[in-house]
Nanobody
């Protein structure tokens, strides 16, 4: 079992930056690829970014590429999502997820463990 707890969400203005964190416990963190997903009001949960177990590989949704950066600190069992230039398309509940493989995936159902989510709201 892996337990995931997100933090860092909040209300920001369009154009602002925000950093989300996800702290993991339970298993060897570096054995798991990690991902960020988001679900806006009335929308399906969608892929945002993913990072391999050792952090060497990342991939991003086109909608956030160049604005968001995913990173991890395996010594601290923590995953991050640095979000810049937030815009009105970004508000959602953001979830971190762990995949029982070191390889990244954009597919929601390939992730085994999920956090409870953290709300990001952007005012224009």
């Amino acid at each position: 079992q892996v337990q995931l707890v997100e933090s860092g969400g909040g209300l920001v203005q369009a154009g602002d930056s925000l950093r989300l964190s996800c702290t993991a416990s339970g298993r060897t963190f570096s054995n798991y690829a990690m991902g960020w997903f988001r679900q806006g009001s009335g929308k399906e949960r969608e892929f945002v970014a993913a990072i391999s177990g050792r952090g060497g590989l990342t991939n991003y949704a086109d909608s956030v590429k160049g604005r968001f950066t995913i990173s991890r600190d395996n010594a601290k069992n923590t995953l991050y999502l640095h979000m810049n230039s937030l815009n009105p398309d970004d508000p959602a509940v953001y979830y971190c997820a762990a995949r029982g493989s070191g390889a990244t995936s954009t597919r929601l159902f390939s992730y085994d463990y999920w956090g409870q989510g953290t709300q990001v709201t952007v005012s224009s």
